[in-house]
């Protein structure tokens, strides 16, 4: 059965240092993958996806990049964090196209 | 452009009883596909229910259902026999972007139940 992973789970951050978040998935090949951004009390925000290695696809425009540096490996990266990007990061997968299925997040504080 | 619309902010349930969660929205396509997530308190998010535009019958999951009226864009998710772990924030989606399969979601529906 597929998996998903995400770390660290919480991070607590000074504004100006830099960010890396990662997320793998297990049990599948070649997925779609997804970053989102959920503020507090409101929606997802999707912010990257991507279709295949080396492939990203930005939503809207932001501090933040990502990468995918391997089939089932995604990472969200940002070099100077700004207070704004305090928020709650969760990473899906997608097989078919359709349905997503979601990590367990991480909780970004940007202090 | 596709739109999910939650009109209902918070909504709250007795133990044991029905609710029915609306949702509607708007797409140029025929054939697409609906969720509903459900996002506890850990925050990770689940899928609870899928409907495919093209079949007429309500897909049924257990003790969720929905009430899929593809003319009006209207897709209302029904809980039956609550329970306390199904207190959390609901989420419609509605995917887009053809083979990226991006999905866009509404802006959620609060669920209490009450013991």
């Known amino acids: 059965s597929q998996t998903i992973h995400q770390w660290p789970a919480t991070l607590v951050q000074p504004v100006g240092s830099p960010l890396s978040l990662e997320c793998t998935v297990e049990g599948t090949s070649n997925p779609n993958l997804y970053w989102y951004r959920q503020a507090a009390g409101r929606g997802l925000q999707l912010l990257f996806y991507s279709v295949g290695i080396g492939q990203i696809s930005s939503e809207v425009p932001q501090n933040l990049s990502a990468s995918r540096p391997q089939d089932r490996q995604f990472i969200l990266s940002s070099k100077k964090l700004l207070l704004s990007d305090s928020g709650f990061y969760l990473c899906?997968?997608?097989?078919?196209?359709?349905?997503?299925?979601f990590g367990p997040g991480t909780r970004l504080t940007v202090t | 452009a596709q739109t999910v619309t939650q009109s209902q902010p918070e909504m709250s349930v007795q133990e044991a009883e029905t609710v029915t969660l609306s949702c509607t929205y708007d797409t140029s396509e025929n054939n697409y596909y609906l969720f509903w997530y459900k996002q506890p308190p850990s925050r990770q998010m689940i899928l609870v229910i899928r409907?495919?535009?093209?079949?007429?019958q309500n897909a049924t999951e257990n003790r969720f259902s929905v009430n899929f009226q593809k003319a009006a864009k209207s897709f209302s998710l029904k809980i039956s026999d609550s329970q306390l772990g199904d207190t959390a924030m609901y989420f419609c989606a509605l995917p887009y972007g053809g083979s990226q399969g991006n999905l866009i979601f509404g802006k959620g529906t609060k669920l209490s139940v009450k013991p």
């Open positions: 409907q495919e535009a093209y079949k007429q």
């Open positions: 899906a997968w997608s097989e078919n196209s359709y349905e997503q299925y």
